[in-house]
T-cell receptor, first 115, second 120 residues
Framework: GAVVSQHPSWVICKSGTSVKIECRSLDFQATTMFWYRQFPKQSLMLMATSNEGSKATYEQGVEKDKFLINHASLTLSTLTVTSAHPEDSSFYIC???????????FGQGTRLTVV | AQKVTQAQTEISVVEKEDVTLDCVYETRDTTYYLFWYKQPPSGELVFLIRRNSFDEQNEISGRYSWNFQKSTSSFNFTITASQVVDSAVYFCALSEAKGASGGGADGLTFGKGTHLIIQP
């Protein structure tokens, strides 16, 4: 159990376009989802926390108008990178947990390349 | 604020040697969770262990063992008889708990990771 699926696994887009990444919990209700970003050879940094039906809480330094997060159902959260630029190229990974859960389960990650 | 320090950027050992990856953490909370993850070149995070702050028992799982010492705020990871397949980046991470609110664990604060290279 506790499977989180992230789609797509990789995406290449042109500078100035928007890209949507999906994070789905397949066998549990994910009341909370987390989005992380990892630049090459660096650590993972928490970008935002989203609770189902509520606005996401962004970490300091993360632009909420650029990284739009929607968590409209208990099994799906989406991250949209708007007006992407080459510096947004990174590995984006989500995790999800159930109500009161002490552990969140990670998706496979999405490698975004902006050209 | 919480912080996780993995001072070893890269470790290289010969196969069959034992290797210990260090992790030191900082938190003001009394309830928190510590994790270790393995990240192979493909990028996905492989969960290895979770420890809550009230459980200081050390744990062994096959060739892997973990030493949790609250007195020194450390949560070190040892691989015994290392194998080439153990080569990866290993992350230590900390999550604080929202406790009585029932909100569950917060997002993770990761260390910078240790790149482990096991040479044949």
């Amino acid at each position: 159990g506790a499977v989180v699926s992230q789609h797509p696994s990789w995406v290449i887009c042109k500078s100035g376009t928007s890209v949507k990444i999906e994070c789905r919990s397949l066998d549990f209700q994910a009341t909370t989802m987390f989005w992380y970003r990892q630049f090459p050879k660096q650590s993972l940094m928490l970008m935002a926390t989203s609770n189902e039906g509520s606005k996401a809480t962004y970490e300091q330094g993360v632009e909420k108008d650029k990284f739009l997060i929607n968590h409209a159902s208990l099994t799906l959260s989406t991250l949209t990178v708007t007006s992407a630029h080459p510096e947004d190229s990174s590995f984006y990974i989500c995790s999800a947990r159930g109500p009161g859960g002490t552990e969140a389960f990670f998706g496979q990650g999405t490698r975004l390349t902006v050209v | 604020a919480q912080k996780v320090t993995q001072a070893q950027t890269e470790i290289s050992v010969v196969e069959k040697e034992d290797v210990t990856l260090d992790c030191v953490y900082e938190t003001r909370d009394t309830t928190y969770y510590l994790f270790w993850y393995k990240q192979p070149p493909s990028g996905e995070l492989v969960f290895l262990i979770r420890r809550n702050s009230f459980d200081e028992q050390n744990e062994i799982s096959g060739r892997y063992s973990w030493n949790f010492q609250k007195s020194t705020s450390s949560f070190n990871f040892t691989i015994t008889a290392s194998q080439v397949v153990d080569s990866a980046v290993y992350f230590c991470a900390l999550s604080e708990a929202k406790g009585a609110s029932g909100g569950g664990a917060d997002g993770l604060t990761f260390g910078k990771g240790t790149h482990l290279i096991i040479q044949p």
